[in-house]
Nanobody
Framework: QVQLVESGGGSVQAGGSLRLSCAAS??????MGWFRQAPGNEREGVAA???????TYEDSVKGRFTISRDNAKNTLYLQMNSLKPEDTAMYYC?????????????????????WGQGTQVTVSA
């Protein structure tokens, strides 16, 4: 059974930092990503990585967020610094589809087959 379990969300003031973790079990994929969804908005790709360390970031988080992974622990991380109120959303971890290649880091939700339940991030002004 594939499980992706996020943790590390919470409430912080603008300018603060949080580190999200995603522990994967039952499956591992080179393609991993973080997504977020605010009420009334579509799910958007925040950051993603492939199996060779390449990364991609949504423009608004470049320079503030860093995606990383610990393959030995099968865990994905998202370090979020200089948080802004507009970063408030539910954050989801995702893993690539089973059997699919991972030729490049993608932030398209349709490229991911497994999703966690999400962890809430709230940033106050």
């Amino acid at each position: 059974q594939v499980q992706l379990v996020e943790s590390g969300g919470g409430s912080v003031q603008a300018g603060g930092s949080l580190r999200l973790s995603c522990a994967a079990s039952g499956y591992s994929s080179y393609c991993m990503g973080w997504f977020r969804q605010a009420p009334g908005n579509e799910r958007e790709g925040v950051a993603a990585t492939d199996g060779v360390g390449r990364t991609t970031y949504e423009d608004s988080v470049k320079g503030r967020f860093t995606i990383s992974r610990d393959n030995a622990k099968n865990t994905l991380y998202l370090q979020m610094n200089s948080l802004k109120p507009e970063d408030t959303a539910m954050y989801y971890c995702a893993a690539g589809r089973r059997g699919a290649g991972c030729n490049y880091p993608s932030r398209r939700p349709s490229d991911f087959g497994y999703w966690g339940q999400g962890t809430q991030v709230t940033v106050s002004a």
